[in-house]
């Protein structure tokens, strides 16, 4: 069955695209757009030919359902169906509402003439994906809308207003009104005045500096590009476009997108777009599942990470009540959400106006009898089973039949948190990373109680206040931080083995992190960690000890916070400064455990921390806690700060092989005066994968 609508409306045909959600240009739309223009060329009474797709959307671009199938290439591919539009001897004109992004522009960019709705948006992606534009985007823009904005659009990979081209030939006319109605008078005109047929590739791009321009372009994307290899390329491709013929200009473009599509980058970016979009699909959750209406929220704690999670629902328009047990929090809380709001009044991403309508949706209380009707309540106290158990027994008695009752714990028992209550199944975990109104990702929690409903609903309120969810099983610190925890005693173990603070922080970021394992100790707070291994230890008294870590927390170093953690900080200044006290103290916690230090690169370093994430992910992934591996990448992705560029810690180790990354953790495990040779055996996931020569992913 075709995806494109054929209508005759007196002497012009419409094309209508019609592949939901985002009219993607899969096989079955491109055969249909190519049948309806041979229809169109054979029908004498037929003057001119309108493609249109709804008011919402003219075409997202490829059809990503058949990203890696045969369906992708297959004949008519997205150049033979431009190849039509071209070579058509009545005039195609595009009627663009809503989105056009990716090969929807580009097949737009190809017609004859183009129309468009104001409202409208377009872009050109690929970039974001680690590509370019493979369907002449690069010659064509340019020769459209000019050398200079046509490279920002497709460097930047931005959507962007339509109207922001009026004046310049990408756009013919724009619709005020309906958009059919629009697009068939303005091609009943082209007819009427027998308006030459315009074809972008007859254009010429003028530019008086155009080297210039390409010199002083290149540098400043390469130094904000650095791991990602599209930007550049981008511009190589754009530069043939001005010095180039048109056809000469189009090899350049398609031999440019093979590079990238075989790149190491490319295929990471490609992971993370398709993990992300997997990871809202839950396989015992239909798509039908009823969920609750969320119309109010109440949080519990207004620090800053209870003020952080409030701003996520005020920005959705959801009406907030944060309870505290003094006046003073509730009004530093309140502060800290009115400062965002001046930031980004004072950066221009909001108008006062907005400020104040968002800010009179948020109500504080002392009292939990003002949570009696909210929908959904989420608490943010202080991470102690006793403080969790005292607040969930209150909520139990005072809130409504069917609230869902959330916590942001990080590492807490969430089965324990719901037995405190006679309504475990509407208990869940919604734990939302610092700054919460910032992070992308929220691990959402699910109790073995938790009902499906109240997950589903979860899930669906995280893209209302435009987070990443990702489903996590109950264990001691979900996925991310259990994770984590393996890494940071890597960075600590090192610590005490030979390397310096410095060392290991400058390898993991080299490698690409945005900030290295004791860098980041630093900032989320040495006191948060200490209390999570005092937890530990108690609850494992044989286990070892990170003795830097504890005796840099007992001197009352705990990071950004005091002025002093593994590193030394200035007043009102975050540069993470080497102390040379730090160093007296490693030294003397070595002597104290008879460690005499040894030389460990960087190669050591960033495989230790990198692989140890790996084989607890593993381990995860076996238990069940993870869904799949690519929902593993994507809470490092979005919450951790692990390179984009490599695809998060399985897809990296899928990349390098699980049978090298399983010898060398053999070899780790053999290691001399190792204390932990037990975690460095291979888990037995990532055990049979090698063994088998197969991926995570």
């Known amino acids: 069955m075709s995806n494109a609508h054929y209508e005759q409306h007196g002497k012009v045909a419409v094309i209508r695209l019609d592949n939901p959600p985002v009219n993607g240009l899969g096989h079955e739309l491109r055969r249909g757009i190519v049948d309806g223009i041979k229809r169109a060329e054979a029908d004498d009474a037929i003057k001119a030919i309108v493609l249109i797709g709804s008011d919402q959307v003219f075409s997202g671009g490829a059809d990503i359902r058949e990203f890696g199938t045969p369906k992708m290439v297959v004949e008519p591919n997205l150049h033979t169906v431009i190849h039509f539009i071209e070579t058509c001897d009545k005039p195609v004109i595009a009627a663009i509402g809503g989105t056009a992004l990716g090969g929807g522009l580009e097949l737009a960019m190809a017609c004859h003439f183009r129309v468009a709705l104001p409202t409208a948006k377009i872009g050109l992606p690929e970039v974001k994906l680690g590509l370019l534009p493979g369907a002449g985007g ?45 697009a068939l008078a303005f091609a009943n005109k082209v007819v009427d005045e027998q308006r030459p047929l315009k074809l972008a590739r007859d254009l010429k791009v003028e530019h008086p500096k155009a080297e210039a321009f390409f010199l002083w372009a290149r540098t400043g994307i390469a130094q904000r590009a ?45 992971h993370a777009f398709f993990a992300e979009r997997a990871t809202s699909k839950i396989p015992d959750i239909a798509e039908d599942t009823p969920t609750r209406e969320i119309k109010s929220v109440g949080i519990i704690g207004a620090g800053t990470m209870g003020s952080g999670i409030a701003i996520n629902f005020l920005n959705a328009g959801i009406p907030v009540t944060i309870l505290e047990v003094k006046q003073e929090a509730l009004d530093r809380g309140v502060a800290h959400i009115r400062s965002v709001y001046e930031g980004r009044i004072k950066k221009g991403k909001m ?34 089973m006793g403080v969790k158990e005292q607040v969930f027994r209150k909520l139990d008695e005072v809130c409504k039949p069917g609230a869902i009752l959330a916590s942001n714990t990080s590492t807490l028992d969430l089965n324990k948190i719901a037995s405190f209550t006679k309504r475990p199944e509407d208990v869940i975990g919604l734990h939302f990373f610092s700054p919460a109104n910032v992070m992308r990702l929220l691990e959402v929690i699910r109790g ?55 060392q290991i922080d400058r390898a993991i970021e080299n490698f690409g992190f945005v900030m290295g394992p004791l860098r980041m100790a630093d900032l989320a ?120 560029f490599r695809g998060g810690p399985m897809f990296y180790a899928d990349r390098v092989g699980l049978m090298k990354v399983a010898r060398t953790m053999e070899k780790f495990a053999k290691r001399p005066g190792v204390t932990n040779s037990d975690f460095w055996q291979p888990a037995p996931l990532l055990a049979k994968l090698a063994a088998e020569g197969k991926t995570f992913n």
Not at 246 to 270: V, Y
Not at 372 to 379: H, T
Not at 558 to 586: C, S
Request: glycine share 8%.
């Open 351 to 384: 108008t006062e106006a907005d400020a104040e309508q968002r800010m009179s949706l948020l109500n504080t209380t002392l009292s939990y009898d003002d949570l009696k009707d909210v929908d959904l309540v989420i608490e943010a106290v202080f991470e102690d």
């Open 448 to 502: 073995e109680k938790t009902a499906k409903e109240v997950l589903a609903t979860a899930m669906q309120l995280a893209k209302k206040i435009r987070k990443t969810a990702v489903v996590s099983g109950v264990c001691d610190g979900f996925i991310g931080n259990r994770m984590i925890a393996r890494y940071q005693t890597e960075a600590l173990l090192m610590l005490e083995e030979g390397a310096s603070p410095q």
């Open 138 to 182: 690069t010659q064509r823009l340019p020769r459209l809308v000019g050398l200079e904005p046509a490279l920002n659009l497709i460097v930047s990979g931005e959507s962007v207003p339509a109207g922001m081209f009026m004046g310049t030939q990408l756009f013919d006319e724009f619709i005020q009104g309906d958009l059919l109605v629009g």
């Open 525 to 644: 707070g040495g006191d948060i960690g200490w209390a999570i291994r005092k937890r530990h230890y108690a609850e494992n008294p044989d286990m070892k000890r990170m003795v830097i870590a504890d005796r840099l927390c007992e001197m009352g170093r705990f990071g950004q916070k005091t002025g002093a953690g593994f590193y030394r900080y200035e007043p009102g200044r975050r540069d993470a400064l080497p102390d040379p006290e730090v160093d007296r103290v490693i030294e003397e916690c070595r002597k104290e455990l008879g460690i005499t230090p040894r030389k460990i690169s960087d190669k050591e370093i960033v495989e230790r921390c990198v692989y140890a994430l790996v084989n607890e992910g593993a381990r995860i992934l076996e238990e069940g806690i993870a869904l799949r591996a690519s929902d593993i990448d994507i809470v490092y992705l979005t919450g951790y700060g692990f390179p984009v």
């Open 226 to 270: 650095k791991n990602y290899p599209a930007p550049l390329k981008c511009v190589d491709a754009v530069e043939a476009a001005v010095n180039k013929p048109f056809d000469e200009g189009l090899q350049i473009e398609r031999r440019l997108f093979a590079e990238l599509l075989m790149s190491e980058e490319s295929a990471a970016l490609r």
